[in-house]
């Protein structure tokens, strides 16, 4: 049973690069728990140490020291570690890691900005995934996925966001999780769980953040400690006050215009925000807190400028999570301030095509249309409206609304197939 679990999570961590999305956590019942406890306690700390882990190279190389020293690889921190390097190792190496310079140092600089006295342990790395979601490892690695960047309306939310994340790893709440069920279930019932989980599909997470978090969750308790000491870091740095209870208040809302009625059932937990349960009493104290503080800043125009060349991919990934609802609330809250509208009304116009509903190709019709009247529009809002036209029989107008995407995108990939297309509509002679 040890060499197979062991082996499951092997096979699991190799493969997981190749897993483009990621499947909803189930939950881990308290049966589960206690079933799971026939591998031998050391497990949890056979893996084997990795070389140290050096910075990315577009964050800074002149940092303050670590503010703690690696355990020793056979305590049960030291697993813990293990674990987050195998994680660490994998996010490196991820196709979906956002490599750009510019955004890097900018989303380390707000890092450092909250975290304070353990800015030197933060090695950051932004990911390509279509949920909200942030983590820190109890190593020091720490991941911002594009879920959370496209949702978070300005730099003072994102603050609030990591300053939570940070005060997780501060209060070393994985660490102890593991010791409350290693004390509730076995020694170790923990690496039992991670591995017979290899076989349902929640692995991914364990690979992407390296934390028992995403297996368990944190207690409400530990969730509520990290929002309020997460505000104080957040509002001390000079960040707005409100932030916080705004951006939760969103993603609450948000679920509940959900296309999965299960999603918007469950009021106490955001699905978009899987590894950290989100209710409303969390809210409200937030909002409490902040209810007689003024001023800070929002940085708002300074965040979006950051996250402005990537809105075209994230949300191109958004929309691969299929939930319609969820990805037209977030395009409205990008729309709320007239900017890049011609990439929130190219996929406005998306969600009508792929949805197909009544009334779904019309609508998608006048998305594109008024989408390609602003500057920002994606070439492929051309394209489709190409497509359009030949679909009508409009085949003159069609040639030329073709001409104009592979002019506007002269590294199309489908760029044979409409070549092709132009000379079949009577075009390109
Ligand atoms: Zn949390």
């Not at 939570?164 to 004390?183: D, F, G, K, N, P």
């Given at each position: 049973m040890r060499v197979l679990a062991a082996s499951l999570l092997a096979l699991a961590i190799a493969t997981?690069?190749?897993?483009?999305e990621v499947t909803p956590a189930p939950e881990v019942s308290q049966e589960a728990v206690a079933q799971?406890?026939?591998?031998?306690?050391?497990s949890i700390a056979t893996t084997p140490e990795v070389a140290a882990i050096e910075p990315q190279?577009?964050?800074?190389?002149?940092?303050?020291?670590?503010?703690r020293a690696r355990p020793a690889i056979d305590s049960d921190e030291g697993g813990l570690w293990g674990m987050s390097d195998r994680a660490e190792i994998e996010a490196r190496n991820?196709?979906?890691?956002?490599?750009d310079p510019a955004l890097n140092a900018y989303l380390y600089e707000v890092a450092c900005r909250v975290a304070?006295?353990?800015?030197?342990?933060i090695r950051l790395y932004v990911m390509n995934?279509?949920?909200f979601n942030a983590s820190m490892a109890p190593n020091g690695y720490m991941e911002v996925w594009s879920g959370l960047l496209l949702r978070a309306e300005d730099e003072a939310q994102l603050a609030f966001v990591l300053g939570h994340e940070i005060e997780h790893y501060r209060q070393q709440h994985s660490l102890a999780m593991m010791r409350t069920v290693r004390a509730r279930a076995g020694a170790a019932a923990v690496f039992s769980i991670i591995a017979a989980g290899a076989g349902v599909g929640i692995v991914g997470d364990i690979v992407y953040l390296g934390t028992l978090a995403s297996v368990f969750g944190f207690s409400r308790e530990n969730e509520s400690e990290a929002d309020q000491i997460g505000y104080d870091h957040a509002v001390a740095a000079?960040?707005?006050?409100?932030?916080g209870h705004t951006l939760w208040s969103n993603l609450v809302a948000e679920t509940q215009v959900s296309d999965n009625p299960d999603t918007r059932r469950?009021?106490?937990?955001?699905s978009i925000f899987r590894t950290h349960p989100l209710s409303a009493d969390r809210v409200e104290a937030l909002e409490e807190r902040a209810a007689n503080a003024s001023g800070g800043e929002t940085n708002r125009e300074r965040y979006r400028a950051a996250i402005r060349p990537f809105l075209d991919p994230w949300l191109r990934a958004d929309l691969r999570r299929r939930d319609y609802g969820q990805t037209a609330a977030l395009l409205d809250r990008l729309a709320a301030h007239g900017e890049d509208l011609g990439v929130v009304e190219y996929y406005r116009g998306e969600i009508n095509r792929l949805r197909r509903g009544d009334g779904d190709r019309e609508r998608a019709f006048q998305h594109y249309t008024t989408a390609i009247?602003?500057?920002?529009?994606?070439?492929?809002a051309w394209r489709e409206l190409g497509d359009f036209a030949a679909r009508d029989g409009r085949n003159a107008e069609a040639v030329t609304l073709l001409t104009t995407y592979l002019e506007r995108a002269?590294?199309?990939?489908?760029r044979a197939f409409v070549e092709a297309r132009i000379g079949q509509l009577g075009g390109g002679q």
């Amino acid at each position: 049973m040890r060499v197979l679990a062991a082996s499951l999570l092997a096979l699991a961590i190799a493969t997981s690069a190749a897993a483009q999305e990621v499947t909803p956590a189930p939950e881990v019942s308290q049966e589960a728990v206690a079933q799971a406890s026939d591998v031998a306690p050391q497990s949890i700390a056979t893996t084997p140490e990795v070389a140290a882990i050096e910075p990315q190279l577009a964050q800074p190389t002149v940092r303050p020291p670590p503010s703690r020293a690696r355990p020793a690889i056979d305590s049960d921190e030291g697993g813990l570690w293990g674990m987050s390097d195998r994680a660490e190792i994998e996010a490196r190496n991820s196709g979906q890691l956002e490599r750009d310079p510019a955004l890097n140092a900018y989303l380390y600089e707000v890092a450092c900005r909250v975290a304070d006295d353990v800015c030197g342990d933060i090695r950051l790395y932004v990911m390509n995934r279509p949920y909200f979601n942030a983590s820190m490892a109890p190593n020091g690695y720490m991941e911002v996925w594009s879920g959370l960047l496209l949702r978070a309306e300005d730099e003072a939310q994102l603050a609030f966001v990591l300053g939570h994340e940070i005060e997780h790893y501060r209060q070393q709440h994985s660490l102890a999780m593991m010791r409350t069920v290693r004390a509730r279930a076995g020694a170790a019932a923990v690496f039992s769980i991670i591995a017979a989980g290899a076989g349902v599909g929640i692995v991914g997470d364990i690979v992407y953040l390296g934390t028992l978090a995403s297996v368990f969750g944190f207690s409400r308790e530990n969730e509520s400690e990290a929002d309020q000491i997460g505000y104080d870091h957040a509002v001390a740095a000079g960040y707005d006050p409100h932030a916080g209870h705004t951006l939760w208040s969103n993603l609450v809302a948000e679920t509940q215009v959900s296309d999965n009625p299960d999603t918007r059932r469950r009021e106490t937990r955001a699905s978009i925000f899987r590894t950290h349960p989100l209710s409303a009493d969390r809210v409200e104290a937030l909002e409490e807190r902040a209810a007689n503080a003024s001023g800070g800043e929002t940085n708002r125009e300074r965040y979006r400028a950051a996250i402005r060349p990537f809105l075209d991919p994230w949300l191109r990934a958004d929309l691969r999570r299929r939930d319609y609802g969820q990805t037209a609330a977030l395009l409205d809250r990008l729309a709320a301030h007239g900017e890049d509208l011609g990439v929130v009304e190219y996929y406005r116009g998306e969600i009508n095509r792929l949805r197909r509903g009544d009334g779904d190709r019309e609508r998608a019709f006048q998305h594109y249309t008024t989408a390609i009247t602003y500057p920002d529009a994606p070439a492929a809002a051309w394209r489709e409206l190409g497509d359009f036209a030949a679909r009508d029989g409009r085949n003159a107008e069609a040639v030329t609304l073709l001409t104009t995407y592979l002019e506007r995108a002269p590294d199309a990939g489908d760029r044979a197939f409409v070549e092709a297309r132009i000379g079949q509509l009577g075009g390109g002679q």
